[in-house]
């Protein structure tokens, strides 16, 4: 649940679907675990209301408010989420999760409050095992993040939910053939996340030097590209700049980053990236490639192997284009988020980087056809020069249509990225989920 715990953009899922369906008038209320590594100082009101016991463990019941959602942590006092971490290895994770999940239904059932709840949303592998165990009266709904992890899981949920759903209706159809999913597909749905824009505002971010609308970009973006190129030692200069912020993992297309820093440095560019490895060789490959980059663009590369949240809002608002490269992306948030600042997508045709970016020269139809307008660059393949084709055609966009990239920028900061749709078509299927 971010802002207080977040792996990726489940975290972000969760919080902004939640605020976006309370907002419909819905009631909505969060329970996952009460892990240490939580900034509890981001958590309003945060109080101990009961202790119950669940086979032989005390669980301790807390309430708080975060990001305006009722929030309950339930934590198991024999230290399973002592550790430090989310997520620590995946057999002892799949363990410690089920346990919880049971101690979570216990709660709802026997403990909680209010009555039980009409519908029990569980998201991905770690919460899959609420869907089979014994709910009481409430339907389920259940969300696949990301199927590469805990399949097992996932076909077992997905047997047992009412409705499912995943994160964009291109990678619903990329994944229906699964053998997790395939044989409950007429349950399964594919609708696209969303990003708050009260959280991602330019006009209203305390990380950025100087607010901005879609009205007011040009001078905003200049500051934030200013500050940014400050920070990370780069020199001014009338020349276009890339940034990439992702976690570094092959899903994520490690080598046609790689290629694009060098691409963009050839044509004239600078390249920065913030992120880092969680596979220690691919942070050692990293690492090399920002020391070659040192040495050879010293002030027009820059690369940040580190979490820094004002550090990622800069480069987006900052960067001219974003590059978003997955092998597969069931989702993506931050292409959207780029937009939502002012910066154009260069991202591979996959996933739900598909569903949002519309590529300037082949997609005018299928935009249209989305009620949607075109608004960045794609391309299909897995090598370089298949990245090559999408970047360099925004580079010398940049380079020779400045009056075109200014309406391009303005274009997409006016799209509209936010949960009102999605949380509609979720409300719809968990009416649904009542209905079977």
């Given at each position: 649940m971010a802002p207080i715990a977040k792996e990726g953009g489940l975290g972000d899922v969760v919080t902004a679907l939640g605020r976006a369906v309370q907002e419909e008038g819905h009631e909505v209320e969060i329970v996952l675990p009460k892990?240490?590594?939580?900034?509890?100082?981001?958590?309003?009101d945060l109080k101990l209301v009961k202790e119950f016991w669940y086979n032989g463990v005390e669980i301790k019941v807390w309430k708080g408010i975060v990001e305006d959602l009722h929030t309950t942590f339930l934590e198991p006092c024999n230290g399973m989420f002592w550790v430090g971490r989310i997520y620590t290895e995946m057999n002892a994770d799949r363990h410690r999760f089920g346990v919880w999940c049971e101690a979570?239904?216990?709660?709802?059932?026997?403990?909680?409050?209010?009555?039980?709840?009409?519908?029990?949303?569980?998201?991905?592998?770690?919460?899959?095992?609420?869907?089979?165990?014994?709910?009481?009266?409430?339907?389920?709904?259940?969300?696949?993040h990301n199927l590469n992890y805990g399949a097992d899981l996932i076909e077992r949920a997905m047997g047992a939910t009412a409705v499912a759903t995943t994160v964009s209706p291109t990678y619903a159809q990329e994944v229906s053939g699964h053998p997790a999913v395939a044989p409950n597909h007429a349950k399964f749905h594919g609708i696209r996340n969303g990003i708050d824009p009260e959280i991602w505002d330019p006009a209203e971010d305390e990380f950025l030097p100087r607010s901005y609308s879609a009205d007011t970009f040009t001078e905003g973006k200049a500051a934030a590209k200013a500050e940014l190129r400050a920070k990370m030692n780069l020199c001014e200069a009338d020349v276009p700049l890339v940034g990439v912020v992702t976690r570094l993992t092959h899903q994520k297309g490690v080598h046609l980053i790689k290629h694009a820093a060098w691409r963009t440095l050839e044509r004239g560019g600078q390249f920065v990236?913030?992120?880092?490895?969680?596979?220690?060789?691919?942070?050692?490959?990293?690492?090399?490639?920002?020391?070659?980059?040192?040495?050879?663009?010293?002030?027009r590369a820059r690369l940040w192997f580190a979490y820094n949240e004002p550090l990622s809002h800069l480069i987006y608002a900052g960067a001219d284009m974003l590059l978003v490269p997955s092998m597969f992306e069931p989702c993506g948030l931050t292409q959207m988020i780029a937009m939502r600042y002012g910066t154009i997508p260069v991202v591979r045709k996959t996933g739900g980087l598909n569903d949002t970016v519309f590529d300037v020269d082949h997609d005018v139809e299928r935009a249209a056809a989305a009620g949607m307008a075109v608004n960045g660059f794609s391309f299909e393949g897995t090598d370089g020069p298949g990245i090559d084709y999408a970047l360099n055609r925004a580079l010398t966009a940049w380079y020779s249509e400045r009056a075109w990239w200014q309406e391009m920028t303005e274009r997409v900061m006016r799209m509209d990225w936010s949960w009102a749709k999605p949380a509609l078509e979720y409300i719809e299927l968990y009416y649904k989920a009542l209905r079977r």
């Open positions: 892990y240490d590594c939580i900034n509890y100082d981001l958590v309003e979570a239904l216990e709660y709802l059932r026997h403990h909680a409050e209010k009555r039980i709840p009409d519908i029990l949303h569980a998201h991905d592998w770690q919460s899959a095992p609420c869907t089979w165990l014994d709910c009481g009266t409430a339907r389920t709904a259940f969300t696949i990236l913030l992120g880092s490895a969680p596979d220690a060789r691919v942070q050692a490959e990293f690492n090399a490639l920002a020391a070659d980059l040192a040495r050879q663009y010293p002030d």
